[in-house]
């Protein structure tokens, strides 16, 4: 009996002695070969936050995401910006002359280094050319891009008790119906059958909106211009 215990104790030691011996060699060998642990990838404890190899800077991660503008929804071949209208222009490789500006009343906009740069009249891709010539004295090969942040220079207005008054931006080209809609519609009280249009400060057509959305006079859903009145008694 006391043989067999005995024999049981020797092998005991036996194998913890072996496993601390492969624990000793496993740890030696990674001191003397430090690139095998380099070499394996970094282990993300998150699925929401994969880790990259290297792993990916975070503030770089913030700056990516936070590149992106703004802008409004314009044809930037096509668009004449004006007076009010907000623009960003952005130099490529060189962010000392990125900005962001409000067209001053003389049409103008001042970029550092650069100077003053008229902009009323132009597309944002002309206005584009115009900076890019402009630049010639500070770059040797400038390209910029200007976007069209907001659009405050062109609006219709709304008048008369009969529906919510005051001006909307006019960003895109904006038919008679969807320019009521977007004020929220007509007032429980509000004259559908003469609903006037002032161009150029003379009467440019009534409008009957039952006719209108009854597809009787689909002509006279027309497109709004800058300056236009729309008035509801």
């Known amino acids: ?37 380099a070499d394996k990838p970094p282990v993300s404890l998150s699925p929401a936050m994969p880790v990259t190899n290297p792993p990916t800077d975070p503030a770089k ?15 930037l071949s096509s668009f004449i910006l004006g007076v009010e209208d907000q623009i960003s222009v952005m130099m490529w490789g060189e962010p000392k002359f990125d900005g962001s500006y409000t067209i001053r009343p003389d049409g103008k906009i001042n970029i550092p280094l650069i100077g003053e740069i008229v902009a009323v009249g132009l597309t944002p891709m002309q206005l584009q050319e115009t900076i890019n010539k402009a630049a010639l004295s500070q770059l040797k090969n400038p390209r910029c891009t200007v976007n069209v942040v907001a659009v405050h220079s062109k609006r219709i207005y709304f008048d008369g008790d009969g529906i919510a ?16 809609s977007a004020k929220g519609g007509f007032r429980d009280f509000a004259d559908k059958k003469h609903i006037r249009i002032l161009r150029d400060g003379k009467l440019f057509m009534v409008v009957n909106y039952n006719d209108l959305i009854s597809g009787k006079h689909p002509e006279s859903n027309i497109l709004l211009q800058d300056k236009d009145h729309v008035i509801v008694k």
């Open 61 to 75: 991660m913030a700056e990516t995401a936070g590149a992106k503008t703004a802008s409004a929804n314009v044809d």
């Open 165 to 180: 008054t005051g001006a909307m931006d006019l960003v895109i080209p904006t038919r008679l119906l969807e320019a009521i």
């Open 1 to 37: 009996m006391r043989s067999s215990l005995l024999l049981q104790s020797v092998v005991l030691m036996v194998g913890v002695a072996v496993s601390v011996g492969m624990g000793y060699s496993q740890t030696a060998a990674a001191a003397q070969n430090p690139s095998a642990q």
